[in-house]
């Protein structure tokens, strides 16, 4: 084995004085010479522990091989046969915790960029369109619907569309990538990369349906009674949590989808090019550590906030979100005030946010996510004030399809129960995968769940094989 090159490589980026002025993206992407360095530094190990961290399978070594010959079409071949959306994965995977954490050279803390290298592949792909088709397998004869275009959605009509199957895609918006589109910001995710792919999945033959609203205008029973011989349940998790303290209703507070939509999926961002409202404060409080939370702040830094907080009960150490955007806001100038709880919004006549109520918390024993539990600290109550609060705390599925799906099992959660192994619900006929069945979690994982639950449908379908749920 080669001796390990411990010299990985920093991805360019616009400084945070710059970048907290403007919706670009924040990461400029490797250069053909730095993609060359790091993709010399694997190892090319006899056991690829890689591929087995990736929820998807992709053969990491081989397409990072396919780099270090600068046979860019290969490599972009070697991702394609596994992902079809490599360009989205390549920006938002959480590669620190799959796929570069079991690379050897993670244990020297200098793990292969494998999440830069893939967005290197992809980008350069996308400028050099190949007349090389996808290769279909013959029609199968049988349908297949697909509710929701998110990232499982999108995996799912991909898979299906490949192994011969007639696939329709439905869309409760009015375009097509789900939380790729309405979530997650411009700056970390181009929406031009994630219609790019989109439009990958649709060369594959899938049909896409937008502003239908499965449950609305055709319930799922009704899907398998018109001739669909198979459903794929992706719609994602859009159900926002709520603090449930009082005030939460005041002009001025948000639920960090509906602020996100605002801004991302409307362009509020681009007022008044598009006539979205969105209210700009001048002290901004988002409430919540995640990813979400991240990006509902750097978002109100850039609409021209005077002052953003991220407001988080525990402390730094049990942040969610990922390292790298919490150290992109902390440049950009975002503050944190961790141990802190809201308890109440506060108000003026006109209903207008004024700032909230809120305790100082302290660590307890580890609860049942194996984190620090946050308690209330006696007398800690304080003022702080705020014109726009985000409540960034999660979310569950939209109860919709549950409500109008005859028998289908729903946990007390609101998540769909479906096999982890199979996408297999208790309903015949009937699959689901992604944050519709976990709830809200990363986009890869969506796409692991969606690729297993085509395996397992594709089976079905051919009669093939029955897996037990």
């Given at each position: ?18 970048r ?21 530094r694997?190892?090319?190990c ?13 053969d ?16 972009a ?48 792909e ?20 697909v ?9 799912c ?22 939380v ?34 499965v449950?609305?205008?055709?319930n ?18 859009g ?17 960090a989808?509906e ?7 409307m ?66 100038g975002?503050k ?9 919004f ?98 890869i ?25």
């Amino acid at each position: 084995m080669a001796k390990a090159n411990l010299d990985r490589k920093d991805m360019p980026r616009q400084s945070p004085e710059a970048r907290a002025k403007n919706f670009e993206e924040v990461a400029l992407g490797y250069t053909p010479d730095l993609t060359a360095f790091e993709a010399s530094r694997c190892l090319n190990c006899p056991k690829k522990y890689c591929i087995g961290g990736c929820p998807v399978g992709i053969d990491i070594p081989a397409f990072i091989m396919a780099l270090r010959e600068n046979d860019l079409p290969r490599a972009a071949r070697v991702l394609k046969e596994k992902n079809a959306l490599p360009g989205v994965c390549g920006r938002v995977c959480p590669q620190e915790t799959q796929c570069e954490a079991v690379c050897l050279l993670a244990k020297q803390k200098a793990p292969i960029a494998i999440g830069r290298l893939e967005r290197y592949v992809a980008d350069w792909e996308r400028d050099h369109p190949s007349s090389e088709k996808t290769v279909i397998a013959p029609p199968s004869g049988k349908k297949v619907a697909v509710v929701g275009s998110g990232p499982a959605g999108l995996t799912c009509a991909a898979e299906m569309a490949r192994l011969g199957h007639k696939v329709t895609m439905f869309e409760a918006l009015h375009v097509a990538g789900g939380v790729l589109m309405y979530g997650i910001p411009e700056f970390r995710l181009p929406k031009d990369i994630v219609q790019g792919e989109v439009e990958y999945v649709r060369s594959l033959g899938v049909e896409l349906e937008l502003n239908a609203v499965v449950g609305k205008i055709d319930n799922v029973d009704e899907l398998l009674s018109q001739g669909y011989d198979a459903v794929f349940l992706g719609t994602g998790a859009g159900l926002p949590l709520f603090l449930r303290v009082p005030g939460e209703n005041l002009s001025g507070v948000y639920s960090a989808n509906e602020f996100l939509t605002r801004v991302n999926l409307m362009k509020a961002y681009r007022f008044p090019e598009f006539d979205t409202p969105v209210k700009i404060g001048k002290k901004v409080a988002v409430i919540g550590g995640g990813n979400v939370a991240m990006d509902a702040a750097r978002c109100a830094l850039r609409l021209g906030a005077d002052e953003v907080s991220i407001v988080y009960r525990r402390s730094e150490v049990e942040l969610p979100a990922r390292r790298e955007e919490v150290e992109n806001a902390k440049e950009e100038g975002i503050k944190f005030r961790f141990l802190t709880n809201p308890t109440k919004f506060l108000g003026d006549a006109k209903h207008q946010l004024l700032g909230m109520e809120c305790i100082e918390m302290e660590l307890g024993e580890p609860d049942a996510s194996g984190r620090h539990r946050p308690i209330p600290k006696p007398d800690s109550a304080f003022t702080m004030d705020c014109d726009v609060a985000v409540v960034a705390l999660g979310t569950t599925p939209n109860p919709l399809i549950a409500q109008t799906t005859s028998g289908l099992h729903v946990s007390h959660h609101g998540t769909v129960v479906a096999s982890e192994a199979t996408g297999r619900t208790n309903k015949a006929g009937v699959w689901a995968g992604g944050d519709v069945v976990t709830g809200s979690a990363t986009v890869i994982s969506a796409m692991g769940a969606a690729k297993r639950a085509a395996a397992d449908m594709d089976r079905y379908l051919r009669g093939v094989e029955q897996t037990p749920a």
